[in-house]
């Protein structure tokens, strides 16, 4: 049975930081790209950040400089490092795992970031 489980999140004020956490379970992980995305109200689920299985990351523009994505294997967890949040980084964050050569794709349960003072 896979199972994604994301911890961290929390009320932070602008400017703060908070870290969230995902714990795999499941899955080959270091097979897995895992990445983390995010949804608002009314809005689709977007991108924020994804590390793949040879350690490349690449993150949204609008979280640039600020967000920080990284994985440990040993322990089957990706990381995302937030600072200097916004209001508008205010969303539910999604951890996601991904494997494109078996088409395998696999979502946490969410994670609500309140960023607001």
């Known amino acids: 049975q896979v199972q994604l489980v994301e911890s961290g999140g929390g009320l932070v004020q602008p400017g703060g930081s908070l870290r969230l956490s995902c714990a795999a379970s499941g899955i080959s992980f270091r097979l897995y790209t895992m990445g983390w995305y995010r949804q608002t109200p009314g809005k689709q689920r977007e991108l924020v950040a994804r590390?793949?299985?040879?350690?490349?990351?690449e993150s949204a523009d609008s979280v640039k400089g600020r967000f920080i994505i990284s994985r440990d294997n040993a322990k089957n967890t990706v990381y995302l490092q937030m600072n200097s949040l916004k209001p508008e980084d205010t969303a539910v964050y999604y951890c996601?795992?991904?494997?494109?050569?078996?088409?395998?794709?696999?979502w946490g349960q969410g994670t609500q970031v309140t960023v607001s003072s």
């Open positions: 590390i793949f299985n040879d350690g490349r990351a």
């Open positions: 996601n795992g991904a494997r494109a050569l078996i088409l395998s794709t696999y």
